[in-house]
């Protein structure tokens, strides 16, 4: 008769599969609550203390921790003096090994968890059950997943149980424990730049490709993905997302939470082609649509309000990629699922200006990480160093735009009103040609009279700020911070141009 280690925090399933293994001939072990259960069911179960011959001790932290134990799970059946030994001490081999561990990541997530209460729920025998089998998995069958439990019963009766199977189980255990070492490591840490930064994600799903058709891709999530994010967000429409949607799709998302009144951003490559806020979500989408009635086409719709019926029948009318938004009416939903390739996505904005971690980039041989760029721009501390001075519209613009210019690629010029882009300058090698695109872009508008300038840095010479003031730019607003910040301030005050300091660069590489 084969003997199986049975010790689980999560008992789903676990009645089933114990019965699974009795049906297999396999004596059964248990611990404390994991006995309590089977026991209860009429499960035939062996206390772990008539394996061990000592209790449960403080508090069960103690209880598998023995020799009698690890013996039967680490002895190889290939080696003779390894079960000479078995023989020597009276240890049963212990053939199969289902743990899965305390709950730790859901004990933090609680609101008022205490350090004390989170300790507690630190496995340490655990992690060393299943890592012990899993390092004798050429002997010892082992699962830490109640999902794996039919899969396991089944290789057991077909005797297909293998070498590949083993070590496959082997591998998850070994990812799983070091997810979980990592959500203990990073709790207790207080260092907001640790030594060692270790990082676990699982994988959401496989991908048709990458960025290009010969580039293969898959989409990792958080363990616990916050509520208002692309990985947590709800398809209720559409074919499965890209690679370039999901970046896209989380890009759309960092801007759209910079707006409080219904606002609705267009998004295309990484960059907003048009933002416009108003006092519904439908003249919001009149804004947007607006902005650029050419980029928009394929691109990325993000609304912080239900889309109702009015903005579905506007938006239905292009070809988008994907629409995001916190809920979609009945009939606007019916609208739009016409196209039966759009994506229609929801996520949680009551949850969108909580707080966020910190932003990773991946470079060749290492990682970059830094805080988001989540400065708030108050016009209270603008320095207005020109002769010119903006009035309060101007100036309500240039918020308006210091909340878009973060999302735009550097080097980025963007020229809006109050509630409107007019025209997006992005990525340019030289900030002559962002403000010569941004330009172009907005000068056929109707109000663009009524546009401001915003630069996401400093000027390096004043010949941005002359080719704007040669087409019409009254107001611009730039960190500052240039050697060749006064010949800016006086090409400003010779062509009458009001010029703001905001002392804050807004780089998006």
């Known amino acids: 008769m084969r003997r199986a280690l049975l010790s689980v925090s999560d008992k789903t399933g676990l009645v089933e599969f114990a019965q699974t293994l009795l049906a297999q001939d396999f004596e059964i072990v248990s611990t404390g609550g994991t006995q309590a259960a089977l026991a209860a069911a009429g499960v035939a179960v062996t206390p772990i203390e008539d394996v061990t011959h000592f209790p449960e001790m403080l508090d069960g932290r103690v209880k598998t921790l023995n020799p009698l134990v690890f013996g039967g799970i680490l002895a190889r059946r290939d080696n003779p003096e390894h079960q000479q030994t078995l023989v020597d001490h009276a240890i049963t081999p212990i053939d199969l090994v ?4 305390y709950p730790f990541a859901a004990t933090i997530a609680q609101p008022d968890v205490t350090l004390a209460a989170a300790v507690e729920q630190i496995d340490i025998g655990g992690p060393s059950l299943i890592r012990a089998a899993a390092k004798n998995y050429r002997d010892v069958l082992v699962v830490c997943d109640p999902a794996d439990y039919d899969q396991v019963g089944h290789a057991l009766a077909e005797h297909t149980d293998d070498l590949r199977f083993r070590k496959h189980l082997a591998a998850k255990v070994f990812h799983h424990t070091a997810h979980y070492d990592a959500v203990i490591a990073t709790y207790l840490t207080d260092d907001a730049k640790p030594d060692t930064l270790t990082l676990t994600y699982k994988r959401k799903q496989a ?9 293969t891709a898959t989409f990792y999530q958080d363990y616990e993905p916050a509520p208002f994010s692309i990985a947590a967000a709800n398809q209720l429409h559409g074919k499965p997302l890209s690679f370039n949607n999901i970046k896209d799709a989380d890009a759309a998302l960092g801007l759209i939470r910079e707006f409080s009144d219904p606002t609705v951003v267009a998004l295309k490559h990484m960059n907003p082609c048009g933002i416009g806020s108003a006092v519904d979500l439908s003249t919001a989408w009149d804004k947007c649509y607006a902005a650029d009635d050419i980029s928009i086409f394929g691109g990325i719709i993000v609304l912080n309000r ?23 009416d009945d009939d606007a939903y019916d ?13 949680d904005f009551a949850t969108a200006q909580q707080p966020e971690p910190d932003e990773l980039v991946s470079v060749r041989g290492g990682l970059l990480r830094q805080e988001r760029d989540n400065v708030l721009d108050d016009p209270a501390d603008f320095q ?13 613009a240039i918020s308006f735009g210091l909340k878009a210019i973060k999302f735009v690629k550097s080097n980025a010029i963007l020229i809006n009103t109050a509630d409107q882009t007019l ?50 730019i009254t107001v611009i607003a730039e960190p500052g911070g240039s050697i060749r910040d006064q010949d800016s301030i006086a090409m400003a005050d010779k062509l009458g141009v009001a010029l703001i300091f905001t002392g804050n660069r807004h780089f998006r590489h």
């Open 98 to 101: 289902c743990v899965n561990l």
């Open 207 to 215: 991908l048709r490709y990458g960025e290009n058709p010969q580039q």
């Open 423 to 472: 025209g997006v300058g992005p990525g340019q090698m030289n900030r002559i040609d962002a403000v010569k695109i941004a330009v172009g872009k907005a000068e056929t508008k109707p109000n663009y009279a009524q546009g401001v300038l915003v630069s996401d840095a400093f000027f390096p010479m004043d010949d941005c700020v002359a080719y704007a003031a040669e087409h019409g």
């Open 306 to 328: 239900p889309v109702d019926l009015a903005t579905a029948t506007k938006m239905h009318k292009l070809f988008l990629e994907i629409i995001i938004a916190p809920a979609f």
């Open 335 to 347: 609208v739009l699922a016409k196209k039966k390739n759009l994506r229609l996505l929801t996520v």
């Open 384 to 396: 207005v160093v020109s002769h010119a001075q903006p009035t309060a519209d101007q100036l309500a």
